[in-house]
Nanobody
Framework: QVQLVESGGGEVQEGGSLRLSCTAS????????VGWFRQAPGKEREFVAA????????LYGDSVKGRFTISRDNAKNTVDLQMNMLKPEDTAIYYC????????????????WGQGTQVTVSS
């Protein structure tokens, strides 16, 4: 059974930092590209970042470029999202997702999803 579990969410003040982690089990982790998405109330799910199978390549959404960094450790089956210079508009539930076939910003291209972790940025 494939499981993705996010952790590290919480509440932080504007300008602060948080580090999210996604831990995977039940799959050959290094065979999957992993993405982070977020969804704020009343809004569509938004692409945040994705990382290649070996961690040699990354994609970022325009709204987080330069502030967020995605990384992975295939020995530990984890993908992290370091979030700096947080803004109130970053408030959302953050999800990690895994795709074996796609290098994509489209959430429909990802096969497995975690349950999400809440990030709240106060001004």
């Amino acid at each position: 059974q494939v499981q993705l579990v996010e952790s590290g969410g919480g509440e932080v003040q504007e300008g602060g930092s948080l580090r999210l982690s996604c831990t995977a089990s039940g799959l050959t982790f290094s065979s999957y590209r992993v993405g982070w998405f977020r969804q704020a109330p009343g809004k569509e799910r938004e692409f945040v970042a994705a990382i290649s199978r070996l961690g040699t390549g990354a994609l970022y959404g325009d709204s987080v470029k330069g502030r967020f960094t995605i990384s992975r450790d295939n020995a530990k089956n984890t993908v992290d999202l370091q979030m700096n210079m947080l803004k109130p508009e970053d408030t959302a539930i953050y999800y990690c997702a895994a795709s074996q076939s796609s290098w994509s910003r489209d959430p429909d291209e990802y096969e497995y999803w975690g349950q999400g972790t809440q990030v709240t940025v106060s001004s």
